[in-house]
T-cell receptor
Framework: DGGITQSPKYLFRKEGQNVTLSCEQNLNHDAMYWYRQDPGQGLRLIYYSQIVNDFQKGDIAEGYSVSREKKESFPLTVTSAQKNPTAFYLC???????????FGPGTRLTVL | KQEVTQIPAALSVPEGENLVLNCSFTDSAIYNLQWFRQDPGKGLTSLLLIQSSQREQTSGRLNASLDKSSGRSTLYIAASQPGDSATYLCAGGGTSYGKLTFGQGTILTVHP
């Protein structure tokens, strides 16, 4: 089955730790995205990548980093510099930048 | 800056009713508009994508329209069922790199 997988489903972080969220797609899509969802604020774009080995900051990139070494993978690292990381993180991909976006099941990150 | 608003914030209807969800956006220079469904604690499921050159799209009991001149989109659900209960999100694609600007969603409850 083609789709987007995210792992882990739940993640707990202690203060001062970096954590990495995994996103993998087997749809052969060029573009991949990371969004953050907070109650009452909708989804906001963190980072996006239009092609392998290239990525750009979105609206709320501070405290986050990404890499795009393979077409199918777009991991997100939440660094200790992100002061309020507790949220639901969603990864998406699309064939092109104006094409339909498909989303993964999400990772819920909680800071202890 | 694009802003997307969804009305109503919540809607409760009896099974079998036809209903309309509204989405408005401030910048008419959008590339496309996408409607999603989100179940509690889950990722987003794409329902319909309307490109800027199109007026409407249909999938089963769902019909979405787009009026760029008035900055509005509607999602029409025919013969609603309890399984339609979810949060419905609209998102405008307004940039060349595919960023979606999301509304805050309409929480739909269809009761038997």
């Amino acid at each position: 089955d083609g789709g987007i997988t995210q792992s882990p489903k739940y993640l707990f972080r202690k203060e001062g730790q970096n954590v990495t969220l995994s996103c993998e797609q087997n749809l052969n899509h060029d573009a991949m995205y990371w969004y953050r969802q907070d109650p009452g604020q909708g989804l906001r774009l963190i980072y996006y990548s239009q092609i392998v080995n290239d990525f750009q900051k979105g609206d709320i990139a501070e405290g986050y980093s990404v890499s795009r070494e393979k077409k199918e993978s777009f991991p997100l690292t939440v660094t200790s510099a992100q002061k309020n990381p507790t949220a639901f993180y969603l990864c998406a991909s699309s064939a092109g930048t104006v094409s339909e976006q498909f989303f993964g099941p999400g990772t819920r990150l909680t800071v202890l | 800056k694009q802003e997307v608003t969804q009305i109503p914030a919540a809607l409760s209807v009896p099974e079998g009713e036809n209903l309309v969800l509204n989405c408005s956006f401030t910048d008419s220079a959008i590339y496309n508009l996408q409607w999603f469904r989100q179940d509690p604690g889950k990722g987003l499921t794409s329902l319909l994508l309307i490109q800027s050159s199109q007026r409407e799209q249909t999938s089963g009991r769902l019909n979405a329209s787009l009026d760029k001149s008035s900055g509005r989109s509607t999602l029409y659900i025919a013969a609603s069922q309890p399984g339609d209960s979810a949060t419905y999100l609209c998102a405008g694609g307004g940039t060349s790199y595919g960023k979606l600007t999301f509304g805050q969603g309409t929480i739909l409850t269809v009761h038997p």
